[in-house]
Structures are given as C-alpha cells and as structure tokens.
C-alpha cells in the first residue's frame, strides 16, 4: 500500500512539475487546482458506481442460489414419491397381462374383420386388376393391388405381434396372397413399358405418364412407412421395399442408353460418312428428345425429382460410354477429327446442349467434358501419325505428278501475269489447307500442331525437291534434245519457289499467332537454293551454246574481224525472252548473274593469252575493239533489267579498264595505269596482271618485275562493299611462269 502511495505521489510530482516549468504559470495555479480537483471527483464518482453495480450483482446471485436450493429440495421429494408409487404398481401390472393378451387378440380379430371382404375376395379382385392393367387403367389397378397388400401385411403384421416364431401361420398367409406378388410384378411391367416409351407417350397422352409417376410416389410412401415401422417392430413386409422410384431411373436410364446406341444404322463398309451420319443422327435426337423434355415431360413429374438435370446427366453419361466406344475403334483420320470436332464443340454448341430452349434451365459448361482428357490426346496423337504418314505419301505423289509433266513436250501453263507455273504449290497448299480448316474445327492449340507438322513436312519436301530439280538438269545433259521444254519448266520450277514462299506466308498469316516458326529459315533456305540453283542450269544451258564464240574472243580471228559478241548478245537476248517470265526477285537475280558470266568468261579470254599485240597498232585496234563490245554489253543489259534497278555499267567497265591497259602508248606509264586498274579492283592477283602485260606484248621482263613488286608493296585494302570480279578467274598455271620471260 506504501509503495502503491509513493508511486501516486511520483506521479503527483511528475504532473505539477510539467505544468509549473515556466513562471507565468504560476498564475494559473489555481486554474490547475480546481481542474484536478474536477477529475478526482470523476473518478471517484465512477469507481463508487461500479462497486455499487458489483455489489447489486453480488446480492441477485445469492437469492438466485437460495431459490434454487428450494427448487431441487422440491425435486427430490417429488422423486422419492414417484419411486413409492412405482414399486407400489408392480404388482398391478402382472395383474393386467391377461388383459393384455386379450387386447392383443382382439385387435387380431379386428384387423381380420376389417380385411374379411378381401380375404374372401383376393382371386376376383386379383382377377379384375389384371384386367385394369390390360386396358391400361393403371391407377384403379393399383389401388386394388394396394387393398390387396394392406390386407396382407395388416394380417402378417398381427400375426407377426402374437407370435413372431409362428412361421407356419405366416406361410399359410402369404401362399394364400401369393398371387398379389404376381399382380405387384405385372403392374410393374407395365409401368416400366410406359416409361421405356415415355417420350413418344407424353406427345400423344402426358396422363399416362402422370399416372404412372403417381403409382411411384404411392409406392414410396408405403415403402417409408414400413421401413418406419420396421425400426419400431422389426417387421416388414415381403416384397419391401419396392424402391420403384430408384427402379424407374434405372429404366429411364436403359432407355436413354438404347436410344442412343440405336440410332447407327451404317457402317464403314456400306458408308464412307458413317460415323458423320452417325452423329449427325444422334445430335437431333438427343437435341429434341431434351426439348421434348423440356416442355412436356418436365410437367408430369413432381419438381423435387429434377427430372430435366436427371435427363440431361442420363444422356451426358450415355453419350460419353458411346463415345469412348467410338474412339476405341480403328478411325480413319477424317473419322477422328469428325469425332473431335462433335465432342468439343458440337456438342456444346446451339446446335445441341446449348440450344436456346435448354440453356435456360441447364448450364451446359456445368457438365464435364464428353471424352476424359487422356482419350482426346490418344485420338489427336493417332491422328498427326496418320496425318503424318498420309501427308508424305500425298506430297511425293504430287511430286512424282509434277515430275511427269517436266517431260511434257508442252509448255507449262502461264499465271494470269504470264509467269510460267506447274500445279505442284497449289495442289500442295490446298492439300494443307484442306486439313488446317479441318484441325481448326477441334481447337486453336491442335491447328498449331497441324500447321507446325506441315511446315515441318514442307522441309523434307523441298529437300526432295531440288534433288529432282538436280536430277532434272542432269539428264537434260545427257541429251539436251530432250525434254523438248527444258528451259521453260526449268523457269516453272523457279518461279514455283516464289510461289510456295508467299503461299507459306499467306498460310502462317491465316493460321498462325507467330510470326516465327523453327522451320521458316530452312524452308527459305532451301525455297532460294533451288531457284538460284535453278538460275545456274538455265545459265549453263546459255553458255553452253555461247561457248563456241567465247572462245573466238582476244584471237587472230577476233582481232581481224569477228561477230562473236554480236552472236553472244543475239542468243542471250532471244534466250532472255523466256527468261521475262521469271518471278522476282529470280529475274533480277538472273539477270545479273547473265551479266557477271558474260564479263567473266570474256576476262577469261583476255587471261588466257589465245593472243599477244605486236604491235602499238594492234594494242589500240584490239583496246578498241573491247570498248566497243563492252558497250554492246553495257546496252544489252541495260535493256534486259529495266526496271529491276541494277547497275549494268559496272562490271563492263571492268573490261573498259583492261582495254585501257592495252590502249596505253607510253609504256613507261604502264605501272601508273596498272595500279589504276588495281586500285578499282582490288581482287585483281599477280596472276592476272601479268597475263595483262603478256597480252600486251610489249613488257619486257625487268618491268614486268618491277610493276609486280611495286605494286605488293604498295597492295590496296579489299573493300567490302566491292563486288569482286577477279576472284574466280583463274589463269592457267603453264602461263603463269612463263608470263615473266
């Protein structure tokens, strides 16, 4: 308490010096005196209020107790009298068991005098419920079977209270009611006929249906009742519990199984659409049996059996059993796509369970899927390997197709801007896209799949493809009389390149979320390897015609007066007529490749050494010469790439540049135009110089030497961005040696 009072006093002290710590606050003592003097109050006015409201607690909870003890007191007076009353009563109860048996028996006798019409009358009435249930009255039918049975089973039941190991009076009972049983079975029968044909039954006669409905409800409150009886007594009837209701799903469901499996009626060997047909069939059955449901049958049955969401998990579950026994079978790759598509999007579709009429009392994404996940991915995985062997075999048929026309003494056929064209890209891509319509029907990630396949199968088809477009060239060399229209397919097959790169681009535009894909750069790769190798044959055949006036270039009989050139750019010009229709980018592509080989194989001829100038007067005739022919050379492929935006001056004036050389007066000067020349063209080799200064005729080996190695010690940079020329001309090695003598 002392230390609970110094604590109080800290804190005093604490306070006051908190609000006296300036002078001019001394002032305000009073203020401050009066203002705790206030909370003090409070606070003792509150803590006398609340012991005052423990203490008032305190006092009603010992009257309370005090009341209760008088209570129980009571209580176990009340107790000790009724145990006295009750051990005084014993006695009096034994003295009632005749009493009781008498009871016992006359409520027997009751119950057989209240039953004593039917127990008389069980055959006619027997006899005459048959007769209802034949004329298909079947309510006034079972309310005789229900007499017949309370009759029996109030019998059984007193007999059963008398004597429960009286087994023979119980036999003697239910033999002589033996042929309600039988009644109870035909009644049955017929209900389960009813309801086997429900749905055509509710058009024609919804009562019947109603009728039927109403014996099973019947039929469940007996079989409750008893079962409540059976937990008091421990006696049932025979033949409890029906359990009609549960009997009546089963055959609800039979029948929905039988509709469903009935509805084929062909097969593969009588029909190629069978399995189309098939479910073609089976989704107007279900789609209007359901709505048949919806609106008749819904009405004759009470709302707390659900029979809507009953009918459509009965179907659900029936269609999911025929469809796992579809997909079991041996499909054909149109039959499991045909089965897929109906699975995951028919059969949630409007044309089906989403149908206007049905979604508004079912939810069909409530329902699980038709086909368990693991049998969707066998039939998808069966279906790439068939797609995948049928679609090698389809591409090698149109490729041997294809091939079988390259031999045609005929033309190819002409698109509508007069490029030449085989069928083979078309009959490809419609094939693909046949089947990319076909996997986008099942789902955007299986269409992926497709198209990845095609794209992957496009690679291998295209490496098949140059090796016969290399095997088509060969041959022709064999014979190049033959086929007659080389050159021109030779173009188609070009041009087919093109063709297959824009058909693939449309095809990934439409299909495709990705630009990219793992195949694109081997397809292209491949798609330019053949077109440019294509170019190079149709070159060949060009300069294998040429090649007997590429070699009468730098001779006697050119210098003297030749018309090779103009024979060289006649038959490139008449040979670049079918040229024109090549595709771009190909033609431009062609055309400077032409232009490159022709510049080419005539520096070749100046590095050969077929002739060496005499003379001042032949080095300026030939010079001439060779500026004369590199314009005609500059004109014709002028001409031949307008509008393909390639320069055509450049490589000619390679030539111009040689002339040059040769064209020089003062031979002094000769390493001043050597370096010129080597400075232009820095792939230019010792080699090639030296064959220039042989042909020239007038170099004596000391200068020879001298420009030769002046000019490595002064070697010019390579310039990247410089086409080199020189570097595939190769001078002969015998001259090589011999050009510095």
């Known amino acids: 308490m002392e230390e609970t009072d110094r604590e109080a006093v800290a804190t005093a002290v604490q306070r006051v010096a908190g609000m006296l710590q300036r002078p001019d606050q001394l002032d305000k003592v009073e203020q401050y005196r009066r203002r705790e003097a206030r909370k003090k109050a409070s606070v003792e006015a509150r803590l006398k209020a609340a012991i005052q409201s423990q203490l008032d607690g305190v006092r009603t909870g010992l009257s309370q107790l005090h009341n209760a003890l008088g209570d129980v007191k009571d209580i176990q007076r009340s107790l000790g009298d009724v145990s006295k009353d009750w051990r005084q009563s014993i006695n009096t109860i034994e003295n009632l068991k005749d009493v009781k048996d008498a009871v016992v028996q006359h409520s027997q006798l009751a119950a057989a005098v209240e039953n004593l019409k039917n127990i008389f009358s069980v055959p006619e009435i027997v006899q005459e419920a048959h007769g209802l249930i034949e004329q298909a009255e079947l309510l006034q039918a079972h309310r ?61 006669d919804p009562t019947m249906v109603v009728s039927v409905v109403r014996i099973i409800e019947r039929e469940e409150k007996i079989d409750r009742r008893m079962l409540d009886r059976k937990k008091q007594t421990g006696f049932i009837p025979p033949g409890r519990p029906k359990k009609w209701k549960e009997k009546m799903f089963e055959v609800l469901e039979g029948t929905v199984s039988t509709r469903i499996e009935g509805s084929q009626s062909d097969t593969r060997e009588s029909d190629k659409m069978w399995l189309v047909r098939l479910l073609e069939i089976t989704r107007k059955y279900v789609q209007d049996d359901l709505i048949v449901i919806k609106n008749l049958m819904i009405q ?248 007997q006036h590429l070699n009468e270039l730098m001779t006697k009989k050119w210098l003297t007066g030749s018309n090779a050139v103009d024979t060289i750019c006649v038959t490139i010009e008449d040979y670049f007529n079918d040229f024109a229709k090549i595709k771009k980018p190909y033609n431009k592509e062609m055309t400077f490749e032409a232009h490159r080989r022709v510049v080419i194989e005539y520096i070749k001829a100046v590095m050969q050494k077929r002739i060496a100038f005499k003379n001042p007067d032949e080095r300026k005739e030939g010079a001439e010469r060779m500026i004369k022919e590199a314009e005609q050379f500059k004109f014709l492929f002028r001409k031949l790439s307008a509008g393909l935006g390639e320069d055509t001056d450049r490589l000619c004036d390679t030539i111009v540049a040689l002339a040059e050389v040769f064209k020089l007066t003062d031979p002094t000067l000769l390493y001043l135009e050597v370096s010129t020349l080597v400075s232009k063209y820095p792939d230019i080799r010792e080699d090639h110089v030296l064959a220039l200064l042989a042909m020239r005729g007038d170099a004596s080996r000391e200068m020879k030497q001298t420009i030769i190695e002046t000019l490595n010690q002064n070697k010019p940079l390579s310039t990247v961005n410089v086409q080199p020329v020189f570097r595939d001309i190769v001078v002969p090695t015998m001259t090589v040696t011999k050009l510095l003598k």
């Not at 004597?163 to 389960?192: C, P």
């Not at 066998?378 to 041997?400: C, D, H, M, P, V």
Request: proline residues 3%; aromatic residues 10%; glycine residues 2%.
């Open 144 to 204: 005789k079977l229900m007499d017949l049975e309370c009759s029996r089973d109030d019998l059984m039941y007193e007999q059963y209270r008398m004597d429960v190991k009286n087994t023979h009076d119980m036999n003697l009972i239910r033999n002589y009611f033996g042929e309600v049983q039988n009644l109870s079975e035909e009644l049955a029968k017929q209900l389960w006929m009813v309801l086997q044909r429900s749905l055509l039954t509710v058009r024609r």
């Open 300 to 547: 004759c049955f009470p709302p707390n059996y659900d029979i809507l969401n009953k009918f459509f998990t009965l179907y659900h579950k029936a269609l999911s059993v025929r469809i796992e026994e579809l997909a079991s079978e041996d499909l054909e790759a149109n039959e499991i796509v045909s089965l897929l598509t109906w699975v995951l999007n028919t059969y949630k579709s409007a044309e089906m369970m989403g149908h206007p009429e049905l979604t508004t009392e079912m939810d069909v994404d409530s329902m699980g899927p038709l086909l368990p996940k693991e049998v969707v991915d066998q039939l998808l995985s069966k279906y790439i390997q068939i797609f995948t062997s049928n679609i090698t075999g389809w591409l090698r048929k149109a490729l041997e197709t294809d091939k079988k026309d390259w031999k045609k003494d005929t033309e190819p056929e002409a698109d509508q801007d007069g490029y030449y064209q085989t069928t083979l890209p078309a009959i490809v891509f419609q094939m693909f896209e046949q089947n990319l319509q076909v996997a986008a029907q099942i789902d955007e990630i299986f269409k992926q799949e497709v198209l990845r396949l095609c794209l992957k199968q496009m690679t291998s088809f295209l490496i098949r493809y140059r090796e016969e477009a290399i095997a088509y060239k060969e041959d022709h060399m064999r014979d190049r009389q033959h086929p007659q229209c080389y050159v021109q397919y030779m173009i188609a097959i070009i041009n087919n390149c093109q063709t297959f790169k824009e058909s693939i681009s449309s095809l990934k535009k439409k299909y495709s979320k990705t630009e990219f894909n793992e195949n694109d750069a081997a397809i292209n790769s491949t798609l330019d390897s053949v077109a440019k190798d294509g170019c190079v044959y149709l070159l060949d055949e060009v300069f294998m015609d040429l090649e």
